[in-house]
């Protein structure tokens, strides 16, 4: 069984940084993709960032610049660092991924639970 746990989250003031973990675990045999999505109350979960296995990115607009994702792939890790934080990146974080276990022939979708990020002074 294949788990995504996501931490690193907290209360910051605007202006901060903070930095998310979401490590995979379990009978994994290979990880592609790896993404950040947030969801804001009220509003529709959004992709933040993504990385691709081989290392290519890719943001959304209102994340270049600021935020930045990496992995450590011997670990089945993945990071986003956020800086210059605004109240409006108040949201829960979500880490996704794509990956094959070692129980499946076929790429599955999975979900971490989230992570709570909250901008305020």
């Known amino acids: 069984q294949v788990q995504l746990v996501e931490s690193g989250g907290g209360l910051v003031q605007p202006g901060g940084s903070l930095r998310l973990s979401c490590a995979a675990s379990g009978s994994i045999r290979s990880i592609n993709y790896m993404r950040w999505y947030r969801q804001a109350p009220g509003k529709q979960r959004e992709l933040v960032a993504e990385?691709?296995?081989?290392?290519?990115?890719n943001y959304a607009d209102s994340a270049k610049g600021r935020f930045t994702i990496s992995r450590d792939n011997a670990k089945n890790t993945v990071y986003l660092q956020m800086n210059s934080l605004k109240p409006e990146n108040t949201a829960v974080y979500y880490c996704?991924?794509?990956?094959?276990?070692?129980?499946?022939?076929?790429?599955?979708?999975?979900w971490g639970r989230g992570t709570q990020v909250t901008v305020s002074s």
């Open positions: 990385m691709a296995g081989g290392g290519s990115t």
């Open positions: 996704n991924a794509d990956i094959l276990s070692t129980d499946f022939r076929t790429w599955k979708n999975y």
